[in-house]
């Protein structure tokens, strides 16, 4: 039943509630009173504009010990919800969910919000950090975990063909790994989450490029994925600019701080999908994001600009990812790039596999002119006004 909002009530008990700060004490009644008639306003505010649509998400958590199915039961879900773009700019707390005894998590996202989430699972790596607009009614997402490690990542496809044509027909896909790229994968490697009930085909397996999964944070190198030239961090008319919701290590140059901690900081930032998504949607000019995230990549793969610790992971593994791109690159591939590393038998002589010394561009901003960037040597610095790598990094969501 639809109330009456009576504005003059609420005025003359927030006055009450006012003069009894000082020096006499709030009674139950009056909290009781106001709170009474916020929640008849804002009941007034839904029935008058309608409930504000949200889409339900369902995430299930799939892990793999490398071989096998392992259970997800008791998984965390982590979750920000954020809005930008438009007003106000909103970032939610992050929040914790554990998943059930079949590795699912359920909630809801407000339409015109973005959300990321990422599961993490002790003993294991960390999924993908999948980033999505709400706009659907509903919404399912998995979530896959694999071993800390980096290995050679793969998919297949299964399907399901029906007698009823395209109706009856569906499909779904499964990742794995190896600890190097195989001539023959053996099937339960590549089938290790089938149902066998549910998508009875098997299409096939392909390796698509390296993962590199650690307890924080696990993303992918595709092909295509260094740019070809070395482009500015942004387009003049955005530089000094702010974003907000954004993690500044300073705002202002002229400001003193801790330099060297605010490194340390950098190197904590494992959110770079989620940057990214920041970046673009309030400042679509930003040339390093958007080249990453629009650089050629397939349909079920989200593309970003990793953050300063995502690079810094990927330097320290260097050797291990150089070895497994080499791999692809020997068996044909095209658009793999190797990664600067020392050369064998010096301790400081760097190579170039590309032909030029390379810097990469991060998402974790420093201030209002540039972000952090990351060194062919591990070093990491910000610097502004000049050209320098991008490295675009991947998270897929395998499903259909």
């Not at 003059?8 to 139950?28: G, N």
């Not at 999908?273 to 397939?298: V, Y």
């Not at 020997?330 to 760097?350: H, M, R, V, Y």
Request: with cysteine; glycine share 8%.
């Amino acid at each position: 039943m639809k109330q009456d909002w009576k504005p003059d009530e609420l005025r003359a008990t927030s006055a009450e509630i006012r003069e009894a700060v000082m020096p006499k004490s709030i009674t139950p009644e009056m909290v009781g009173g106001t709170l009474a008639g916020l929640t008849e306003a804002v009941a007034e505010v839904v029935e008058t504009l309608g409930e504000i649509p949200r889409e339900h998400v369902r995430v299930e958590v799939t892990a793999c010990d490398g071989q096998s199915k392992v259970s997800a039961e008791g998984a965390t879900v982590r979750l920000d919800v954020f809005a930008i773009g438009g007003f106000p700019c909103t970032a939610m707390p992050r929040q914790e969910l554990t998943a059930d005894a079949d590795g699912v998590v359920e909630f809801d996202v407000p339409h015109g919000f973005k959300y990321a989430v990422s599961s993490h699972i002790d003993g294991l790596g960390a999924s993908f950090q999948l980033v999505f607009d709400a706009v659907a009614e509903q919404r399912d997402v998995r979530l896959w975990n694999f071993p800390v490690g980096v290995w050679a990542l793969g998919h297949t496809d299964l399907a399901h063909y029906g007698d009823d044509g395209w109706e009856d027909e569906y499909y779904t896909a499964i990742p794995f790994v190896t600890p190097m790229r195989m001539e023959e994968v053996p099937e339960e490697i590549y089938l290790w989450a089938q149902d066998s009930e549910k998508y009875p085909q098997n299409e096939g397996w392909w390796y698509i490029g390296v993962l590199v999964s650690t307890a924080e944070t696990t993303f992918a190198i595709g092909k295509n994925s260094l740019s070809d030239k070395t482009m500015e961090w942004c387009d003049s008319r955005d530089r000094n600019t702010l974003f907000p919701l954004m993690d500044y290590a300073v705002q202002k140059r002229s400001t003193a701080h801790d330099y060297d901690a605010a490194i340390e900081k950098a190197r904590t930032d494992m959110d770079g999908n989620m940057n990214t998504a920041k970046i673009l949607g309030f400042s679509p000019t930003h040339t390093a994001a958007r080249w990453a995230a629009s650089s050629p990549s397939d349909y079920d793969e989200q593309r970003f600009l990793p953050s300063a610790g995502q690079l810094y992971i990927m330097w320290l593994n260097r050797t291990a990812i150089n070895a497994i791109i080499q791999q692809h690159t020997d068996a044909g591939e095209e658009g793999f790039f190797l990664l600067p590393d020392i050369k064998p038998g010096t301790t400081g002589q760097w190579t170039q596999p590309n032909g030029r010394w390379e810097y990469w561009w991060s998402s974790s901003v420093y201030d209002s002119l540039c972000s952090w960037v990351v060194y062919f040597n591990g070093d990491i610095d910000y610097t502004s006004y000049t050209t320098y790598d991008v490295r675009a990094v991947s998270a897929f969501h395998f499903e259909y």
